[in-house]
């Protein structure tokens, strides 16, 4: 267990990379909405929400990077923790006047679900293997999601994935590549790089900017330069 990261200060912590408010400039704040807004994924049929937010490592260092509020070796001591790990914040509810209602359970999420990462089928970590760091920091996000988000928030189940197997990661945001989780019958797919970790692209002779994962103007066909 990392000495550094204790559950009061993980609240603290969280409360401000949740809300944005602890974050740095605009800029900062900006790029961490576009990237939580790439990584989040949601499905509404029949009044039946189904959400799945994918948290890698990428996550905490956005979130980090440049805040005053954080102390170095309290940042260093987060991107440790989950250096390992990746996270998913997993929903399944109906939706009504009254709010959410039938709202499913962390097991019952589990057993409908499925991550493939590369054509590989990824399992979740045991609970009892999940380092007490990691626990701290989830523990410390569960209210300020709830807090944030009211019960939207209040009703996600956290769940810890590896990040590396047999030394290897399993999947890069920042290269090619693709994963998708199933839930229930919702399938959410992501393909990579995340433009959103990415500087923008620009089109010299239009001027024309679009995220940094697009090669081509998808109007003429130019080749794209970096901003």
Do not use: C
Not at 140 to 158: C, D, I, K, N, V
Request: aromatic share 8%; net charge neutral.
């Amino acid at each position: 267990m990392m000495a550094g990261i204790r559950q009061s200060g993980a609240l603290r912590l969280l409360a401000g990379l949740v809300t944005g408010l602890a974050l740095s400039g605009a800029v900062r704040a900006a790029d961490l909405r576009e990237f939580i807004r790439e990584t989040q994924q949601s499905a509404a049929v029949s009044q039946q929400l189904t959400l799945a937010w994918w948290i890698p490592q990428e996550f905490w260092e956005l979130s980090l990077a440049g805040n005053p509020n954080v102390p170095p070796q309290t940042a260093a001591d987060i991107r440790n923790a989950f250096h390992d790990y990746q996270v998913f914040a997993l929903l399944r509810a109906t939706t009504g006047l009254q709010g959410l209602s039938g709202v499913a359970t962390k097991e019952e999420l589990l057993g409908n679900a499925h991550l493939e990462m590369g054509g590989k089928l990824i399992s979740p970590v045991d609970a009892d293997k999940v380092p007490a760091a990691v626990q701290a920091m989830l523990g410390g996000m569960r209210p300020m999601l709830a807090s944030t988000l009211g019960q939207l928030g209040q009703s996600m189940e956290l769940v810890v994935y590896p990040a590396f197997v047999d030394g290897h990661r399993l999947i890069d945001p920042l290269k090619s590549g693709s994963l998708q989780y199933t839930l229930y019958d919702q399938t959410f797919h992501w393909r990579l790089p995340l433009a959103s970790l990415l500087p923008k692209k620009i089109d010299p002779k239009s001027k024309e900017e679009f995220p940094g994962n697009y090669e081509f103007n998808p109007y003429t066909g130019g080749k794209l330069s970096v901003k």
